[in-house]
């Protein structure tokens, strides 16, 4: 028997919505695994740890938001992490551009380099002393 005009279509219609469904979630489960990383978890412990980044902010409360998995600043390989982290508090928000090793002989993350770049183009090196500059950083500047 075949199947009729109206079951093909109403078929195809709940294939496609299964399917978004699908990739959507698959989607979201991947930037929680990006967030609940060890690489993405120092980063953040460190600004929260930096007074003149927390200030300029406005934190506390710090809100780090999904770190979008297409963006090119976003790299992952098993020896090297380059994570670009939108974070925001009550004042500001910007991109924590970070960058960490594997530490091969203790098994865990090192970060190498933590830099707050808000959203009126001033630059907080995480790291360092908390200097602030004007000039905004250029992808070279991170290693990217």
Known sequence: MPA???SLQQMAIFVTVVTGGGCSVMYYLMQ???SRSDYCRLALERLEAHPPAMESLGA???RAHNIRLTDRHNRVDPARAQIK???????SAGYLYTS???DVRLNRWCLQEAVLLL???????VLGAGAETPDPPSPQDFGF
């Open 100 to 102: 960490s090793t594997r």
């Open 119 to 125: 959203r009126d183009g001033r630059r907080i090196d």
């Open 85 to 91: 982290i939108p974070v925001s508090g009550t004042k």
């Open 60 to 62: 506390p409360p710090l």
């Open 4 to 6: 009729s005009l109206k």
């Open 32 to 34: 929680k695994n990006f």
